[in-house]
């Protein structure tokens, strides 16, 4: 009962948060606690009942937890980052998934011969110091998955000024698909806002990279215009290169034209939340909405958007991560 109690503030300060302001992570946060203390109080609240008692007890628990966490998530990776190399190639950012999966393999074996064997005093030390570590990102990335997945279920406000599609490489001098589908989205939204009435402004973002031959922002907006869109219902950002750049030169566009805006920015949705919260520090008045993604593709991008964040507050990670570290290796010397 303590742990259902103690989950109640949690979802309280999750609610009150969230109201507030949609794009920060310390809503996933928030959320994961209240949803640990929640399954927790289940769980021992279960187990009180005799007929649950008989059937499951506390150790079957255990093992379907340790296999769910050290066999199945891992395969899935696994089989997941295979899957990303064949479509995708060899690119580090297309490894990740395969890579976590295999560093999950490795890991559950060592603990295994940490709590079975004697081992000398110095690996003791680092499994247990990188265990600790790992159970903070392990529970930041799912406070962080928690966020994009509540944002991504957000519907698009109503009577934006502006859409803003942010741009991505071109291939080859065309639109691939993973831009195609945020254009899509931007084209659905803009006729949206025309059958109520209001037509926004589409602006199409992205500069001209060194492989590139046009800027971004032109070759979107001829993908527009031959879906449909009228050539004067677009505005061109063509100078950012980067996530950052597109919000800044985007909202500077938008003030020029009308202060006060308020827009709707497109992109894939695995990389929705992370943009919504770079949006609320550089102060940009609109909402992130995703565009699809093809499923294999998610998992590598959402660690890459993870690793984004841990980058964006290295500083205050970075801080945690040592004093973490450190927790393990100190309390020894008292």
Known sequence: MAYLLTSIPFFAGFAISFRFERRRLLNGVLLLAGLLFLAV?????????????????????????????????????????LQMVRREGRRLGNLLSLLAGLAMFAFGPALLVLGKNAVPRAVEVVIISVSIVLGYL???????????????????????????VHGSRLIRGAVPPLLASRLDRGRALYDAGVAQG??????????????????????????????????????????????????????ELMTERKPGYRCLLITNNFHAFRTAMLARRLKVNGQVVGSHTAWYYVPSATIREFIGILRDYRILNGVVIVLLAAAYPVSLAF
């Open 198 to 251: 209001a037509a926004p402004t589409l602006v199409t973002s992205g500069g001209q990279g060194a492989d590139e031959t046009q800027p971004e922002a032109e070759a979107m907006a001829d993908y527009l215009v031959a879906h449909g869109i009228p050539r004067e219902e677009i505005v061109l950002e063509d100078r950012s290169t980067t996530t950052r750049e597109n919000l800044l030169y985007s909202r």
């Open 138 to 164: 392990s529970l930041a990335f799912a406070a962080f998955v928690l966020c994009s997945v509540g944002y991504g279920l957000l519907r698009p406000t109503k009577g934006a000024d502006f859409i803003v």
């Open 41 to 81: 109080g289940v769980i021992f609240a279960s187990l009180d009942i005799p007929a649950v008692h008989d059937v499951v007890d506390g150790s079957v628990l255990a093992i379907a937890f340790f296999l769910v966490i050290a066999v199945l998530l891992p395969a899935f990776l696994v089989l997941n980052g």
